[in-house]
C-alpha cells in the first residue's frame, strides 16, 4: 500500500509534469496539513486564490508572495524530509 508521503511526492511530480488536475485529485482525498499545503499551491497556480486561501489557512500557512516556483521547491524539499 502506498502511504501519504508517496502521494505527495506522486502530486507533485504530476503537477511538475503538467497534470495539475491528476496532482489535484491526489491531494484532494488526503486529510493531512501536508497535502492541504499542496492543495493551496495548486490553487494558487490555478489562479484561484479564494480557494487557495482557505486551504493554506487550513494548513497554518500564510499564502506566499514570492513565486510559483520557489514554493514548488519548498514544498517539495520539505515532503522529500519526511
Do not use: F
Request: hydrophobic share 35%; aromatic share 12%.
Amino acid at each position: 500500500m502506498t502511504n501519504i508521503i508517496d502521494e505527495l511526492k506522486r502530486a507533485l511530480e504530476l503537477d511538475r509534469d503538467g497534470d495539475w488536475d491528476r496532482a489535484h485529485q491526489i491531494v484532494q482525498r488526503i486529510e493531512s496539513m501536508d497535502s492541504y499545503w499542496i492543495h493551496a499551491y495548486l490553487h494558487r497556480k490555478e489562479g484561484a486564490l479564494g480557494n487557495s486561501s482557505y486551504w493554506y489557512n487550513r494548513a497554518k500557512k500564510t499564502m506566499p508572495k514570492y513565486d510559483l516556483d520557489q514554493e514548488w521547491n519548498e514544498l517539495c524539499e520539505y515532503i522529500m524530509s519526511k
